[in-house]
Structures are given as C-alpha cells and as structure tokens.
C-alpha cells in the first residue's frame, strides 16, 4: 500500500493550495479517504473526510467553508482543495485510508 501527498508549500495567508494523495495497492473505491494534520507541538486532527463514491464529507469545524475534500476513483487520487488559508492551517498534513498514512506533505501559511 502506498500513499503519497503532493501539492503543500509556502503560501501566504489568504492563498489557496491544493494537495493531492495518490494511492496504490489497494482497491481505492471500496475506502473512505481522509486528511489529517498535526502541527508542532499538536496532536493529529481530522480534517476532512469523504466516503468510497464520495456522496457523503465531513469537515473539522476550524476548515468549513474554506476546504474542499474530492476524490476521482478513477485515478485513485483524493484531493484537498484549501482557500483563504490561515497561519493556524499550518501544520504537516497527512491522507489515510484508516488502515495506512501518508509520508506526509507541509503545509506553511505565512507573510
């Protein structure tokens, strides 16, 4: 199983990224994907879900409104759209299919 996030960086506050997991070695639609986030100091939190068709999200309170968590089964990749991004956002964020995690990609938000 592999998991791997792209798409994090620097970005100042109000900006927008989009991160991205492509996964492998597993039957990818049959799997509620997530978005984690821990930053320094913190525990890892949840930040957004989506079932295995993707007809049913959730979002951690502290990103509604501003995150969007997508998925094409048909490229095995979850997305996560972020907008008017804060300096609380910044954190490592990881994808997960409740049984495996990402390496991991940064997610800095900072004049």
């Known amino acids: 199983v592999q998991l791997v996030e792209s798409g994090g960086g620097l970005v100042q506050p109000g900006g927008s990224l989009r991160l991205s997991c492509a996964a492998s070695g597993f039957t990818f639609i049959n799997y509620v994907m997530t978005w984690y986030r821990q930053a320094p100091g913190k525990e890892r939190e949840l930040v957004a879900g989506?079932?295995?068709?993707?007809?049913?999200?959730n979002y951690a309170d502290s990103v509604k409104g501003r995150f969007t968590i997508s998925r094409d089964n048909a490229k095995n990749t979850v997305y996560l759209q972020m907008n008017s991004l804060k300096p609380e956002d910044t954190a490592m964020y990881y994808c997960?299919?409740?049984?495996?995690w990402g390496q991991g990609t940064q997610v800095t938000v900072s004049s």
């Open positions: 989506i079932t295995s068709v993707g007809s049913i999200t």
């Open positions: 997960s299919n409740l049984e495996y």
